[in-house]
């Protein structure tokens, strides 16, 4: 009798990127850091050595983050960096307020202990990464994303997911502007405290002027 076959042979396997996927992949990140600054100008042979790919890679990845917003493509010229125009985010930060700061409320009576430890655990991980940027990045993006799927609403956590990485370039300017980082900071501890306390007004309120005023730094000194 053939042996059956182990579960890891049947489980299915995710093809490997391909290299335009890898180089869209290095890009993506160097902007939404602001690495690569809005208006930047994104010239092929420069790309070429920075990301070690051929031009056809560098071109088709190119036109991946065009379908993003990331890129700004243009007619027998190089392609540049996406502009971020406030005025074009500002409807978008006024949904994110609304939902993260509703998410809040709800996450202040619905999350499990379990939930508020691992939020304290990226609080504690958050200020270790003060000087990192792409670590707090990643690791602010974890938290935010947690209170929200804490509400235990499918619809505006997809809403959430779709509105909160349009605004993450948005977002990494605001936090570079002058002492933002221990701010924000403080703002995530006091959300934190309210959620443990399970004071849903106070965890709403504390939500709704965290993400307004990272709409407020991004509108006063835009990119």
Known sequence: MPDSPTASSDAP????????????????????????????????????ARLG???????????????EGLVTLRRNRAALVARLDPADLVPLFELEVALESFCAGLAAERMSAAEIDRLDRLQAALEAARDDRDAYTRLNRQAHRLIVTAARSPAIAEAHGRAFTRLERARNFALAAEGRV??????????????????????????????????????????
């Open 182 to 223: 221990e701010e924000s900071l403080a703002e995530h501890r006091a959300i934190l405290e309210a959620l443990r306390a399970r004071e849903a007004e106070r965890a709403r309120t504390l939500m709704q002027a965290h993400v307004a005023r990272t709409q407020s730094l991004l509108t006063s000194s835009p990119p």
């Open 53 to 67: 790919v051929s031009r056809t890679p560098v071109r088709e990845a190119l036109k991946l983050l065009a379908g």
């Open 13 to 48: 396997t995710r093809p490997p990127a391909s290299l335009a996927e890898q180089a869209a992949a290095a890009l993506r990140r160097l902007i939404l850091l602001n690495l690569l600054p809005p208006g930047e100008v994104l010239n092929e042979p420069d790309l070429v």
